[in-house]
């Protein structure tokens, strides 16, 4: 079975910086697209960003608000995707979601539990 966990949120000032982790277990890694996605309160969960199984750092893809802000990579011997975000804003804070999606598969349909981060103005 096939297990996501985050860490690696908590509570950060407006232009501050976190960096997320997220270790997938029960599978081989390489075989995996990895996702981020976040849900405000009373708001839609949203794409943030992904790494497809065969990309590395160059075939990231971002939503527009966090183009140059944030970025995802990975390290296959770890088992362990990252989401380093940087110059985070207030509106940003929200719990921040690890997906899986395997080789194959149409959707994202591993999710971890949640980490939050937070951002005070």
């Known amino acids: 079975q096939v297990q996501l966990v985050e860490s690696g949120g908590g509570l950060v000032q407006a232009g501050g910086s976190l960096r997320l982790s997220c270790v997938l277990s029960?599978?081989?890694?390489?075989?995996?697209?990895m996702a981020w996605f976040r849900q405000a309160p009373g708001k839609e969960r949203e794409f943030v960003g992904a790494i497809p199984w065969s990309g590395d750092s160059g075939d990231t893809y971002y939503e527009d608000a966090v183009k140059g802000r944030f970025t995802i990579s990975k390290d296959i011997a770890k088992n362990t995707v990252y989401l380093q975000m940087y110059s985070l804003k207030p509106e940003e804070t929200a719990l921040y979601y690890c997906?899986?999606?395997?080789?194959?598969?149409?959707?994202?349909?591993?999710w971890g539990q949640g980490t939050q981060v937070t951002v005070s103005s």
């Open positions: 997906a899986a999606r395997e080789i194959g598969r149409p959707d994202y349909d591993i």
């Open positions: 029960g599978r081989t890694f390489s075989r995996f697209g």
